[in-house]
């Protein structure tokens, strides 16, 4: 049996973590949301340093020190999970590190993927849709991309994943409801992936 990682990429707002539980939900895979996983830690550490607990974006503080801590202990635990045969969804935007186009053979070297099956997932939207949603939820974190919304937008436009040895796919999540069955077919578990 061979496990998959999915990196489960796209802007804050785009439905990741919708799409990242339907997939759970129809094959079973173990769900790592960064978020969930790390906020409260981090929010601590940049509180206890002076910042606000919710400062990500813009905040050299976290992109210096906090955010490699964040996703290596994201990773660590799918590296686990991976170990055991369990295959897993990374729920992350890993933005910060798209420009590497070597990031994933740096993983596989590091934790002896040799035996895994890495795939991105791009969750896209279009970006009226993506700032009505970003308004609805009202969450503190998003304060400073809605206040700065052309120079995130352009972020999201410049930080374009270049990573190589891996499988790459694109799901367009702009509609109200997730397409499920276009989701599962972009995906295709079926040509040689072991789940």
Known sequence: MKPTVIFLIGPASSGKSTVGKLLVSKYNFGYLDKDMICNKFTGKLLETNGYSPFDRDGCSFYTDVVMDLEYQTLLDIANDNLQLGNSVILDAPFLGYFSNNNYINELIEKYNWHTINPIVLKVTVDFATLKQRMEARA?????????????????????????????????DNSSDTVDAEKLFQILDFKSGITI
């Open 139 to 171: 969450l503190e974190r998003d304060t400073w991309k809605l206040a700065n919304w052309d120079k995130y937008v352009q972020s999201i436009q410049e930080k374009q994943c270049l990573w190589e040895n891996i499988k790459m796919v694109s799901f």
